[in-house]
């Protein structure tokens, strides 16, 4: 293992300065990213966003023990409470030697007694002794989600989706303490939305302890790749949110029928682990319909308006300290905020945070005007 660890590259001196940054704060969690590069090759790959997707080996940032300083020394980060994630921006976590840091950033934070929520998400192998690692764990609140689209495409994705498949079957039989969710994504008006499709995803829910299904990122960058790969473009607009269009959210949740599916991931991470959804997606019109009741009522029971106070002492602390702040329909209203701003006074409120600027439609859950208009 010390070989595996030690083969992993050092970082280039010219990587951007938003990769170097290891410690970002996203909808889902702080999200640590020592290390980056990825070979998987997934066309809608978000790296492009950020000038990555070049970069096929995985190399180091920093060491293990210094990202977990950075991560459990940053301003936003609250033992037991923020939710954290590994590897979910620049690389896969299971690739080979990446998954040695993995397993030992995970033993670290673990080490330290913390309770927090970590999310990891991955579309590669995870085998019975990862399974096995990862079980030792004793403090924190582990989920992996299996990253599975059931597109055959080889252009848009060339990784066979029978390798999620496995990593989900292989976590089903062995782990008890580490939950196990199938991530649907990216689902894609005309690719993977047929009956076929669906009728796997309902195959493998069953051995998940949740599934959540989203649509794709359609942003500039990704669309210019499709294109000069020769895929021709997939929806009309590159919009800001990732794009579900109403007719397939309609056949998936009709072919789901009873059985629970989310479209939120922090909604199926609370369900797993029997807990409140630390997103407060409670507070949005009609995003808890297709929920469990059981889980409703979890969430209900944890879902508390914030005083005016608290607020503005966690805006103060985000450096959030213009515009005006309005509590009303189960969220918080900001102003010229940044996303990293809201998410902290979301987790650590367990309440809903949206700027005036982009403001959220009853029913549409977030997502992009394509296929709702
Ligand atoms: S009750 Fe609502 S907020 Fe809670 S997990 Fe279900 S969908 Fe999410």
Same mark, same amino acid.
């Given at each position: 293992?010390?070989?595996? !660890?030690? =083969? +992993?590259? &050092?970082?280039? $001196?010219?990587? *951007?300065?938003?990769?170097?940054?290891?410690?970002?704060? @996203?909808?889902?969690?702080?999200?640590?990213?020592?290390?980056?590069?990825?070979?998987?090759?997934?066309?809608?790959?978000?790296?492009?966003?950020?000038?990555?997707?070049?970069?096929?080996?995985?190399?180091?940032?920093?060491?293990?023990?210094?990202? !977990?300083? =950075? +991560?459990? &020394?940053?301003? $936003?980060?609250? *033992?037991?409470?923020?939710?954290?994630?590994?590897?979910? @921006?620049?690389?896969?976590?299971?690739?080979?030697?990446?998954?040695?840091?993995?397993?030992?950033?995970?033993?670290?934070?673990?080490?330290?007694?913390?309770?927090?929520?970590?999310?990891?998400?991955?579309?590669?192998?995870?085998?019975?002794?990862? !399974?096995?690692?990862?079980?030792?764990?004793?403090?924190?609140?582990?989920?992996?989600?299996?990253?599975?689209?059931?597109?055959?495409?080889?252009?848009?994705?060339?990784?066979?989706?029978?390798?999620?498949?496995?990593?989900?079957?292989?976590?089903?039989?062995?782990?008890?303490?580490?939950?196990?969710?199938?991530?649907?994504?990216?689902?894609?008006?005309?690719?993977?939305?047929?009956?076929?499709?669906?009728?796997?995803?309902?195959?493998?829910?069953?051995?998940?302890?949740?599934?959540?299904?989203?649509?794709?990122?359609?942003?500039?960058?990704?669309?210019?790749?499709?294109?000069?790969?020769?895929?021709?473009?997939?929806?009309?607009?590159?919009?800001?949110?990732?794009?579900?269009?109403?007719?397939?959210?309609?056949?998936?949740?009709?072919?789901?029928?009873?059985?629970?599916?989310?479209?939120?991931?922090?909604?199926?991470?609370?369900?797993?682990?029997?807990?409140?959804?630390?997103?407060?997606?409670?507070?949005?019109?009609?995003?808890?319909?297709?929920?469990?009741?059981?889980?409703?009522?979890?969430?209900?029971?944890?879902?508390?308006?914030?005083?005016?106070?608290?607020?503005?002492?966690?805006?103060?602390?985000?450096?959030?300290?213009?515009?005006?702040?309005?509590?009303?329909?189960?969220?918080?209203?900001?102003?010229?905020?940044?996303?990293?701003?809201?998410?902290?006074?979301?987790?650590?409120?367990?309440?809903?945070?949206?700027?005036?600027?982009?403001?959220?439609?009853?029913?549409?859950?977030?997502?992009?005007?394509?296929?709702?208009?």
């Amino acid at each position: 293992m010390t070989q595996d !660890v030690e =083969a +992993l590259r &050092t970082a280039p $001196a010219d990587l *951007p300065a938003s990769l170097r940054d290891v410690v970002e704060y @996203r909808k889902s969690g702080l999200s640590l990213n020592h290390v980056v590069g990825c070979p998987l090759d997934c066309a809608y790959c978000v790296r492009h966003l950020f000038d990555n997707y070049d970069m096929k080996r995985p190399h180091l940032v920093m060491d293990d023990e210094a990202a !977990v300083v =950075a +991560l459990t &020394t940053h301003w $936003a980060f609250r *033992p037991h409470r923020t939710p954290i994630q590994i590897f979910n @921006r620049a690389t896969d976590p299971f690739l080979p030697r990446v998954k040695d840091h993995l397993h030992k950033t995970l033993e670290l934070l673990d080490g330290k007694g913390l309770t927090n929520p970590v999310l990891v998400i991955s579309r590669w192998r995870v085998n019975r002794e990862d !399974v096995e690692r990862m079980e030792r764990l004793t403090s924190l609140k582990l989920t992996v989600l299996v990253t599975w689209s059931g597109i055959d495409d080889d252009r848009i994705e060339p990784i066979d989706s029978a390798i999620a498949e496995k990593t989900l079957a292989t976590l089903a039989a062995h782990a008890v303490r580490t939950k196990r969710i199938l991530y649907w994504r990216p689902i894609i008006a005309g690719i993977n939305d047929g009956d076929d499709v669906i009728g796997r995803a309902r195959e493998l829910a069953r051995l998940a302890d949740a599934t959540v299904f989203t649509g794709l990122f359609h942003r500039g960058q990704i669309r210019a790749h499709m294109r000069s790969i020769g895929v021709p473009d997939l929806y009309d607009s590159a919009p800001r949110r990732k794009i579900m269009p109403r007719l397939v959210e309609r056949n998936i949740l009709d072919a789901f029928g009873d059985q629970p599916i989310f479209r939120k991931t922090s909604c199926a991470v609370a369900h797993a682990h029997g807990l409140a959804d630390y997103n407060g997606h409670l507070g949005i019109e009609r995003i808890c319909d297709i929920c469990p009741a059981g889980q409703v009522e979890i969430c209900a029971a944890a879902h508390a308006e914030p005083s005016r106070e608290l607020i503005t002492a966690l805006a103060g602390e985000a450096g959030l300290v213009t515009g005006t702040i309005e509590i009303a329909n189960g969220r918080i209203l900001v102003e010229d905020s940044t996303e990293q701003q809201r998410y902290f006074i979301q987790h650590a409120t367990g309440f809903q945070v949206h700027d005036k600027s982009h403001p959220h439609l009853p029913g549409r859950h977030g997502r992009a005007e394509e296929g709702w208009e």
